[in-house]
C-alpha cells in the first residue's frame, strides 16, 4: 500500500475542483502559461550539408563530451548519438556528408512500437528514452528508420550529471534537452559555430518569428526518407530527396 | 519488602511512559507524509521525513510526466548530491564508490544496495572539481563580467 497518497477528504476534492474551474476558466497560472506554451513549442534542427565536409566530425566529437560517450576502442558497440553518413546521388553523383543522429519525428516509429511506453515524445517535440522503463529489448531500434537509437552494451563508468545513461538500455540523441530546458542550445550546435560552420541551425518551427522557421519556409529543406511520412525535426539543405 | 512495595509501581509507571514515548517517536518517524508536501519540499524541514520517504519521492520523479519534471528541477536525485557533498581530505568530492558519500554511509550501516549510481552521476556537474575546464573558464569569465558591469553600474 502507498503510504504517500493522500486521502481525500471533502475539503481536499472542493479545493481540487475550486483549482480545475480555475483553468478551465482561463485564469492563467504560471504553471498553465508554462505547460501551454511547451505545447506550442516544436525543436527542430535545420542542417546545411554544403557547409558540412568529410572531415569534420566537430559535432561528434561535442556530443561525446557532453554527454561523456565513452570510447572502448570497439567500434562496433561504442555509444554514438550523431554519425557523420555519406550519401551519394546515384543519377547525379552528387556526394553529401550530413551528421545523422535521432530526426525526432512527429510520427515516431520507435514510439510506436515501445512495449512499455519508455520511447515517448515530449510535448516539445523531443523524442527521449525514460530509462526507468526500459526494459533493452530494443524494438525501437529495429523500427527506427534512421538507425538513429543505440544500446548501452558496456557499464557506464563515469555518466554526466545531466545525461543519465545505464547497461542493458536504449539509448539516442536528446537534442541535448537539458540545455534546451536550461535556455541553451544543443552541444553540436554550438560546437559547429564555434568552429566557424556555422552548418546547423537550432529554433522553435512553430515559431514564425525564429531565423529556423524563416528559413523552413524560404529555402527547400529534404526530412530524411521523406517517402516514410514520419515528418522529421530534423532537416536538412543541400541534399536531393 | 515495604520498599519494593513502593518501588513497583513506581518502576511500572516509569516504564509504561518510557515506552508511550517511545511509541510516539516511532508513530513520529514512520508517519506517512502527503505526496504534495513532499513535492514542494516540505521534507527540509525535518531530516527524518526524508529519511523515510526518499524512495518514494525519488521514485515520483522516476514516474513523472518529463514536462512536469521541466518544472521541478530541483527535486532531482542530481540536487541530493550537490546540497549532500562529502569532501575528501584533498577537498576533491567523494563518489559513490567511496564508503564515506552521502547516500553510500546510510545505506552501507543497513546493508542495503544502491541502484541509483550505476546510471546517475554521484558527483554534483557545478563543483568546480568535477566540471571542466571549458566550462570553469566560462563561469569564471561571466563571473568577471558581471562584476565588472557592477562596477560600472556604481559609477553611473
Request: with cysteine.
Amino acid at each position: 500500500m502507498n503510504t504517500l497518497l493522500p486521502s481525500l477528504s471533502r475539503r481536499n476534492f472542493l479545493r481540487g475542483a475550486a483549482c480545475s474551474l480555475l483553468f478551465a476558466h482561463g485564469g492563467v497560472s504560471g504553471i498553465g502559461q508554462a505547460l501551454a506554451n511547451i505545447a506550442q513549442t516544436r525543436w527542430g534542427l535545420v542542417v546545411d550539408t554544403r557547409l558540412c565536409s568529410a572531415e569534420c566530425a566537430v559535432c561528434v566529437n561535442a556530443c561525446a563530451r557532453e554527454h561523456a560517450l565513452q570510447s572502448y576502442g570497439r567500434p562496433s558497440t561504442d555509444a554514438q548519438w550523431i554519425r557523420k553518413v555519406r550519401l551519394t546521388d546515384k543519377s547525379t553523383g552528387l556526394i553529401n556528408h550530413l551528421p545523422v543522429m535521432c530526426q525526432h519525428c512527429a510520427d515516431a516509429q520507435c514510439v510506436r512500437v515501445c512495449p512499455t511506453r519508455a520511447s515517448h515524445r515530449r510535448a516539445d517535440g523531443l523524442v527521449l528514452v525514460n530509462h526507468h522503463l526500459c526494459i533493452g529489448c530494443r524494438y525501437c531500434m529495429m523500427a527506427c528508420p534512421y538507425k538513429a537509437r543505440g544500446f548501452v552494451h558496456e557499464k557506464v563508468e563515469k555518466p554526466a550529471a545531466h545525461s543519465p545513461r545505464g547497461m542493458g538500455t536504449v539509448e539516442g540523441c536528446t537534442l541535448c534537452s537539458h540545455r534546451i530546458d536550461a535556455g541553451r542550445k544543443p552541444a553540436c550546435v554550438e560546437a559547429c559555430a564555434k568552429a566557424g560552420r556555422g552548418a546547423m541551425l537550432f529554433g522553435n518551427l512553430n515559431d514564425p518569428v525564429d531565423p529556423i522557421a524563416k528559413r523552413v519556409v524560404a529555402f527547400d529543406t529534404t526530412a530524411l526518407r521523406p517517402e516514410l511520412l514520419t515528418d522529421p525535426g530534423v532537416r536538412y539543405q543541400g541534399v536531393n530527396p | 519488602m515495604q520498599g519494593l512495595k513502593i518501588f513497583a509501581p513506581a518502576v511500572f509507571l516509569l516504564g509504561v511512559l518510557l515506552c508511550l514515548k517511545g511509541g510516539a517517536a516511532l508513530a513520529a518517524d514512520t508517519s506517512p507524509v502527503p505526496r504534495q508536501k513532499l513535492l514542494r519540499g516540505h521534507w527540509s524541514e525535518n531530516k527524518d521525513i526524508m529519511k523515510n520517504n526518499h524512495q518514494a519521492l525519488l521514485k515520483d520523479r522516476m514516474n513523472a510526466e518529463y514536462p512536469l519534471t521541466v518544472l521541478q528541477q530541483n527535486v532531482s536525485i542530481e540536487q541530493c548530491v550537490t546540497c549532500h557533498i562529502v569532501r575528501g581530505e584533498d577537498r576533491a568530492p567523494l563518489s559513490a564508490g567511496d564508503r564515506r558519500h552521502f547516500c553510500r554511509d546510510c545505506h552501507a550501516k543497513q546493508n542495503v544496495g544502491i541502484n541509483c549510481f550505476s546510471c546517475h552521476a554521484s558527483l554534483p556537474a557545478s563543483d568546480p572539481y568535477v566540471m571542466g575546464k571549458e566550462v570553469k573558464n566560462a563561469d569564471m569569465i561571466k563571473k568577471r563580467l558581471e562584476q565588472w558591469q557592477a562596477t560600472q553600474g556604481g559609477k553611473k
